[in-house]
């Protein structure tokens, strides 16, 4: 599963991040500042520029503070209070390699950027947006609709996200849009993106942070063709320290099972100056963070409304963008930071009981069973459990499948994915 991957990669990266030494450490402990309480002194807050370590150190921490750590801790698995104590902004060098400093890139398009949160930390995603105000040019900025999928009663942010649009005098920027009922990601990113009026949409995750110079890169490749979806590099912010660590640069691809995996791409295609710069074509997408072509986006059939909450969904989008006239991009000078929790912390309440196990298994089969063809038993024998759900209705993917002429998975397989495990055709009769 790509949460398990995700688990296991975070921690290598979080035990890097404890032992490693760093001149914030040296520094005293800042004095914390609720944005749930008063959120006006919180927007002075600057741990950098202050010179006061942010990161919770047990020995310094008081009682309130432990407090609100482990309210956090609960509530959004990552260090809520050394999130807080960092303040709205953050000092972030130039992320992307120093030759796309210097790169010339075309973004005369309006974007409408999409942020569904259900449950999110209010610190982590003001810096967010924050980071957004101060890192896209503002020709480009059309709208931020911002899509609380039915948080729970204390965790509705409504009032503080108008009040922090009243303070940086960003209200008319800000969409801000509550669902009463919970709809989980994916239908919820459908809806928000229907309420969009930008040229371009840019979907991002509730607890990001974008780098400087992060838009043209990937608004480029859609302006040379309408029919792209571009990615991002997708840093990473540690969830206790909250130190943003950059990525290596990566394709994103599947196993038989639709099991999230990276494809790195081989050295020496770095050596190729031109490399660097160029966004390169990607079998799949890691997660939800892209930017597409509004109109597009609608015309290949938006996200799959029949899937529930969260996880599949990229390879879906993925395999219909490829097969039916569009490409998947990967920019490699846009540089988005994510915080990669240790755990989902909210439960997931599928409408589709056949999903409640498992929604990413509900979802892959729904894909599998569109999208694999042939190839359908290899997933079959790979997932037999998922096999044997119940997607529902799949006739309104089928039609979009027709009406827009699609190919065939083995095209994917020749012209997109050739490194795909190809298993053995003498497949038991009985598995399928």
Same mark, same amino acid.
């Given at each position: 599963?790509?949460?398990?991957?995700? %688990? %296991?990669?975070?921690?290598?990266?979080?035990?890097?991040?404890?032992?490693?030494?760093?001149?914030?450490?040296?520094?005293?402990?800042?004095?914390?500042?609720?944005?749930?309480?008063?959120?006006?002194?919180?927007? +002075?807050?600057?741990?950098?520029?202050?010179?006061?370590?942010?990161?919770? +150190?047990?020995?310094?921490?008081?009682?309130?503070?432990?407090?609100?750590?482990?309210?956090?801790?609960?509530?959004?698995?990552?260090?809520?209070?050394?999130?807080?104590?960092?303040?709205?902004?953050?000092?972030?060098? !130039?992320?992307?390699?120093?030759?796309? %400093?210097?790169?010339?890139?075309?973004?005369?398009?309006?974007?409408?950027?999409?942020?569904? !949160?259900?449950?999110?930390?209010?610190?982590?995603?003001?810096?967010?947006?924050?980071?957004?105000?101060?890192?896209?040019?503002?020709?480009?900025?059309?709208?931020?609709?911002?899509?609380?999928?039915?948080?729970?009663?204390?965790?509705?942010?409504?009032?503080?996200?108008?009040?922090?649009?009243?303070?940086?005098?960003?209200?008319?920027?800000?969409?801000?849009?509550?669902?009463?009922?919970?709809?989980?990601?994916? #239908?919820?990113?459908?809806?928000?993106?229907?309420?969009?009026?930008?040229?371009?949409?840019?979907?991002?995750?509730?607890?990001?942070?974008?780098?400087?110079?992060?838009?043209?890169?990937?608004?480029?490749?859609?302006?040379?063709?309408?029919?792209?979806?571009?990615?991002?590099?997708?840093?990473?912010?540690?969830?206790?320290?909250?130190?943003?660590?950059?990525?290596?640069?990566?394709?994103?691809?599947?196993?038989?099972?639709?099991?999230?995996?990276?494809? !790195?791409?081989?050295?020496?295609?770095?050596?190729?100056?031109?490399?660097?710069?160029?966004?390169?074509?990607?079998?799949?997408?890691?997660?939800?963070?892209?930017?597409? +072509?509004?109109?597009?986006?609608?015309?290949?059939?938006?996200?799959?409304?029949?899937?529930?909450?969260?996880?599949?969904?990229?390879?879906?989008?993925?395999?219909?963008?490829?097969?039916?006239?569009? #490409?998947?991009?990967?920019?490699?000078?846009?540089?988005?930071?994510?915080?990669?929790?240790?755990?989902?912390?909210?439960?997931?309440?599928?409408?589709?009981?056949?999903?409640?196990?498992?929604?990413?298994? !509900?979802?892959?089969?729904?894909?599998?069973?569109?999208?694999?063809?042939?190839?359908?038993?290899?997933?079959? #024998?790979?997932?037999? #459990?998922?096999? %044997?759900?119940?997607?529902?209705?799949?006739?309104?993917?089928?039609?979009?499948?027709?009406?827009?002429?699609?190919?065939?998975?083995?095209?994917?397989?020749?012209?997109?994915?050739?490194?795909?495990?190809?298993?053995?055709?003498?497949?038991?009769?009985?598995?399928?």
């Amino acid at each position: 599963m790509l949460e398990g991957f995700i %688990k %296991k990669y975070v921690l290598i990266l979080l035990f890097g991040l404890v032992i490693s030494s760093d001149h914030v450490e040296e520094w005293p402990a800042c004095t914390h500042v609720d944005p749930y309480e008063n959120l006006g002194d919180w927007m +002075q807050v600057n741990a950098e520029s202050s010179k006061c370590n942010h990161t919770t +150190q047990a020995d310094r921490e008081t009682e309130r503070e432990a407090e609100r750590r482990k309210w956090g801790e609960r509530a959004f698995s990552f260090d809520m209070v050394s999130s807080d104590k960092i303040g709205p902004r953050r000092i972030l060098d !130039y992320q992307a390699e120093k030759n796309c %400093k210097n790169a010339s890139f075309q973004h005369d398009q309006s974007v409408s950027i999409v942020i569904i !949160y259900h449950n999110e930390c209010l610190s982590v995603l003001l810096r967010m947006l924050t980071s957004i105000f101060d890192r896209t040019p503002e020709s480009n900025l059309q709208e931020i609709i911002l899509y609380d999928d039915a948080s729970e009663v204390e965790h509705i942010l409504v009032e503080k996200l108008q009040e922090f649009g009243h303070i940086t005098e960003k209200s008319d920027i800000l969409k801000i849009h509550r669902n009463p009922e919970r709809e989980g990601l994916i #239908r919820a990113k459908v809806l928000a993106s229907r309420m969009a009026i930008g040229d371009v949409l840019i979907f991002l995750d509730s607890h990001c942070e974008v780098s400087e110079g992060w838009l043209p890169p990937l608004l480029d490749p859609i302006h040379k063709n309408p029919k792209s979806i571009v990615l991002p590099i997708v840093d990473l912010i540690s969830p206790i320290t909250f130190k943003y660590s950059k990525a290596l640069i990566a394709r994103c691809g599947f196993d038989d099972a639709l099991n999230f995996k990276w494809l !790195y791409l081989p050295w020496e295609y770095w050596n190729v100056e031109e490399n660097i710069v160029k966004p390169f074509e990607s079998p799949s997408m890691s997660g939800g963070l892209l930017a597409v +072509q509004s109109e597009f986006f609608r015309e290949i059939g938006e996200y799959d409304m029949g899937m529930e909450i969260w996880g599949a969904e990229n390879h879906e989008l993925s395999l219909r963008t490829w097969l039916c006239g569009g #490409r998947v991009l990967i920019a490699p000078c846009s540089r988005v930071g994510h915080v990669f929790r240790m755990r989902r912390p909210y439960k997931s309440a599928p409408k589709n009981k056949e999903a409640a196990r498992d929604t990413n298994s !509900y979802n892959s089969a729904r894909t599998a069973k569109v999208w694999l063809g042939d190839y359908l038993k290899y997933f079959i #024998r790979a997932n037999p #459990r998922a096999a %044997k759900l119940n997607v529902g209705d799949l006739k309104e993917r089928f039609e979009i499948k027709e009406r827009l002429k699609c190919k065939d998975f083995s095209w994917f397989l020749e012209n997109v994915y050739p490194e795909f495990k190809k298993i053995d055709e003498n497949v038991d009769k009985e598995e399928l």
